[in-house]
C-alpha cells in the first residue's frame, strides 16, 4: 500500500519526468554529434585536398620557371615609302626609302641541355624567324647573346644557345605518349612580350592528337584549354610532377590572337631527337619515302575496303624512290611503320620522317582487301632536290563512281570505270592527254571497272608503256602512250 502511495506521489512522476528529459536530451545530442563530425572532416579534407593541389602547383612553378626563358628577337625590316617624301631634299635627311629599321619580337623557350659554360634553349622556329639578332632573357634579369643551333620549319623545332657561368636548371623532359585527355596542365612563357614575362596558367589537356597546325606543320598536337597567347609560343607545357610535355606553338582564336581556350603544343616526344641532331649535327636528319598522300573520303575508302581503318592511301608516287624501289605502289593503304600503327596522314608523314636516312623499315599496307609487308630503305630528305614533276607516278588522282556523278556526267548504270579528279601537269597523266572529267575505262587495254581494278592494272609493270582508254563526253578514245625511263639501279 505504502509502494503504490509513493509510485503515484507527485515527486516521483516529476524525478521520472525529468530523467526522461535528460536521456531525451543526450540522446539528440548524440545524434548531432555524430552527424557534425563527418561533415566537419569532410571539410577539412576539402580544404587539405586543395592545399594539397595548390603546393603541388607551387612545387611546378618553382622547379620549371627558372629554366623558362624570354627569347627577344631583332630583325630588318623594309621602311614604308610614302609619296611625295622621298628623292631630294628628303633622301639628304633620312636616307633612300630602301634603307632597313629594325623590328622587335618576344617569344618564350625553355632551357634543355648544357656544356660546360654553354646552354641549349628548345623553342619554336616560327620565335626565331628571320632574327639578325637573338636576345635571351633569364628569369633573374640578365640577358645573353643567343645563336641558332639548328632548326626545322616542318616541326617549327629550333634550338638556341647562349653562354653563362650561371647555374641554370635543365628542364625535365617528360614523355607525352602517356598523356591522357584530362591530365592538369600547366603552360609557363611570356605572354604578350615583356610586360607579362614568365606567367603561369593552367588547365587540362582537352584532346591529344590534332593536326591542323600552321601551314607545312607535320605535328600532332596536344591541345589545351590552360590560356596560351601570343609570346607564349616556345615556352614549356609541363604536367602535375613538372616535367615538360609539350611546346607551346600556336591557338586558334577567332578574335584576332586572343585565347579562347584552343591552344595547342607539340608533343616533347616529337622533339627529342630533333634536340639531339640539332646539337650534334647543327640539323634535323629526315627520312624520306618518295610518296604523296591523303587521307580517303567515305566513298574512297568504302571502294578500297578500308572503312574505320585508321591509315594513310598513297596517291602519288616518285619512281625510283625508296617506296617505288621496296614494291610499294599507288592505291596502296599505309596501316603500319615498323609494327606502330598510322593513325592518320599527318602522323604517317611524322613517322617518316623520324626514320633515320640508310635505315631499313617495314611498311604494312592494305592492297585489294590482302595485308602485305614491304621492306624499304630509308633515303634522306636533306639530299632530295625538288620533285620533278616527270617522276611524280602517274599524276592522276581518281574517284569512284557514284550515283551522283552519273547523274552530273549523264552516265548510266552500266557504265563501270573510274572518274579522272585532278590532272597534275607535266606528270605522266598529264603528258598522255587526260584531262578532269575524263571517265578511265581500261589501262593497256585491260578493263578498268572499279578503283580496286584501276589500282591493280596501274600496279602492273608494262613493259611497252602505258595508255588509258577513257569517256569524254560522248566519246571513247585512246590517249597517247608514255615510256617510261628505266631507273638505275
Known sequence: MNLVRKLSARS?????????????????AFVFFSC???????????????????????TVADKVLPSVVE??????????NIPGFDGIPWDLFFGPRGDRERGFSIGSGVIVRRDGNVFYVLTNNHVIGNAAEIIVGTRDGREYPGRVIGRDSRRDLAIVS???????????LGNSDKVRVGDWAIAMGNPLGAQFSFSVTMGIVSAIGRTGGPA?????????????????????????????????????????????????????????????????HGALREGWLGVILTDPDRVTAAALGVTGR??????????????????IRVGDFFTHVD?????????FIQMVSDLIPGQKAVFRVLRGGA?????????????????????????????????????????????????VAQVIPGTPGAIVGLRSGDLIVAINDIQVDDLLSFFRVLGEEQEEGLWFTFIRGNRTMDSSVFRRQRQPE
Open 12 to 28: 516521483f512522476f516529476t524525478f521520472n519526468l525529468v530523467m526522461l528529459g535528460v536521456i531525451f536530451g543526450l540522446l539528440m
Open 36 to 58: 557534425s563530425v563527418p561533415r566537419a572532416k569532410s571539410s577539412r579534407d576539402a580544404l587539405a585536398s586543395a592545399e594539397s593541389l595548390q603546393r603541388a602547383l607551387n
Open 71 to 80: 627569347i627577344k628577337t631583332a630583325s630588318a625590316v623594309q621602311m614604308r
Open 162 to 172: 647562349f653562354e653563362s657561368s650561371g647555374n641554370f636548371p635543365l628542364a625535365e
Open 216 to 280: 607545312g606543320n607535320i605535328n600532332d598536337f596536344i591541345q589545351t584549354d590552360a590560356s596560351i597567347n601570343q609570346g607564349n609560343s616556345g615556352g614549356p607545357l609541363v604536367n602535375i610532377r613538372g616535367e615538360v610535355i609539350g611546346i607551346n606553338t600556336w591557338i586558334a582564336s577567332p578574335t584576332g590572337g586572343g585565347n579562347v581556350g584552343l591552344g595547342f603544343a607539340i608533343p616533347i616526344n616529337n622533339a627529342k631527337r630533333a634536340i639531339d641532331e640539332f646539337i650534334t
Open 310 to 327: 585508321m591509315g594513310s592511301k598513297l596517291a602519288y608516287l616518285s619512281l625510283g624512290s625508296p617506296a617505288h624501289r621496296g614494291g
Open 339 to 347: 609494327n606502330a600503327e598510322v593513325r592518320n596522314t599527318t602522323h
Open 371 to 419: 595485308s602485305k609487308n614491304f621492306s624499304v630503305i630509308i633515303a634522306d630528305r636533306r639530299a632530295q632536290v625538288s620533285q620533278d614533276s616527270r617522276n611524280l607516278w602517274p599524276g592522276v588522282s581518281v574517284h569512284p563512281l557514284t550515283d551522283e556523278l552519273r547523274t552530273v556526267f549523264s552516265l548510266g548504270k552500266d557504265v563501270r570505270g573510274v572518274l
